[in-house]
């Protein structure tokens, strides 16, 4: 296979256009679909989608708002969340559990109501590790647990993480439609003609609607700001992590106290917060990254 220096052929879908482009439209739902029951593996089938509000208000002014990526229901009123993360957050776990709230609670219905409700899944593709205790353990199934008896205490809410960087099989190691998929999400950029091992019809419509050469004027152009701002959001948190990590050490060193290493990348998360500012990054995502306060980064 084709790993080298041409320009990419195909689009990134760690993009926020491309990953809605091949998973967020009624054009492509065939490919969502296929990638949720590879993911499922004979556990659940969905035969159809129907795409949703992908913004979504709490009831309480207070509320923070929810922006999903993909957002849809299978013919059975079962909500699918699906999101491709591309930097690590402090909280990020609690999030999750913040967002699945909302089809959760969107289910409540006026007047007598009994409480049942239809599934919740939550399908996260990560761009980082969050577990560093296996790096071969890349697919988390997560489910509400009895941990006395180790059994599932309620089965219609699960969320499934998926940690991209430990994915590292060859195209001769891709047995399952699962393994097909994690592989052309990773690689899909890098590729420059589809591989014999992807030879569903399922991934010829997938190659074809990621194929940059067939986007029109408007497409390219949207395509190429948003691999623009994923580049830029990569490059800030690669530095962010190379230099805070770096001169936080040193000077903790040089003050022999744990807090010289807190410091150092306080002072590097200020700077990498004024460049974002500068790149016009939204406030909320600068404070996810560097993990400052949106007061700290107003006031810069």
């Known amino acids: ?13 760690y993009t926020d256009f491309g990953f809605k482009k091949l998973f967020g439209t009624d054009m492509n739902k065939e490919l969502l679909i296929s990638f949720l029951n590879a993911l ?5 089938e969905v035969k159809d989608i129907t795409y949703l509000n992908t913004e979504h208000i709490g009831s309480l002014e207070l509320d923070r708002k929810a922006v999903f990526d993909v957002y849809c229901e299978n013919e059975k009123g079962e909500k699918f969340l699906v999101e491709m993360q591309k930097g690590e957050q402090e909280f990020f776990k609690d999030r999750s559990i913040y967002y699945v709230t909302f089809p959760i609670r969107e289910q409540a219905k006026r007047g007598d109501w009994n409480y049942e409700l239809k599934a919740v899944y ?3 593709i990560l761009n980082f590790v969050f577990d560093q205790r296996d790096d071969k353990y ?21 969320l499934f993480y998926l940690e991209m960087p430990k994915f590292n099989k060859t195209e001769d ?4 439609m699962f393994d097909k998929w994690l592989f052309v999400l990773k690689n899909l950029s890098s590729l420059f003609e589809r591989p014999a ?27 190429e700001d948003s691999l623009k701002n994923f580049r830029d959001l990569y490059s800030v948190i690669s530095t962010a992590e190379k230099k805070g990590h770096a001169e936080g050490f ?41 993990k400052l306060s949106k007061n700290q980064i107003l006031e810069l």
């Open 122 to 124: 939550a399908v996260s």
């Open 197 to 223: 091992a992807l030879q569903e019809r399922v991934f010829k419509k997938l190659f074809e609607a990621a194929e940059i050469a067939r986007f029109n004027p408007t497409e390219l152009n949207q395509y």
């Open 1 to 13: 296979m084709d790993y080298d220096r041409r320009p990419e052929r195909y689009i990134n879908p």
């Open 173 to 176: 190691e891709l047995h399952s």
């Open 138 to 158: 890349y697919h988390h199934e997560i489910k509400l647990m009895d941990t006395g008896t180790n059994t599932v205490f309620y089965d219609k809410l699960t």
């Open 250 to 290: 040193t000077e903790g060193r040089a003050e022999g106290r744990a807090e010289g290493f807190t410091e150092g990348a306080n002072q590097k998360a200020v700077e990498i917060a004024r460049e974002m500012l500068a790149a016009g990054m939204p406030v909320d995502m600068i404070a996810n990254l560097t």
């Open 40 to 44: 499922f593996d004979g556990k659940e």
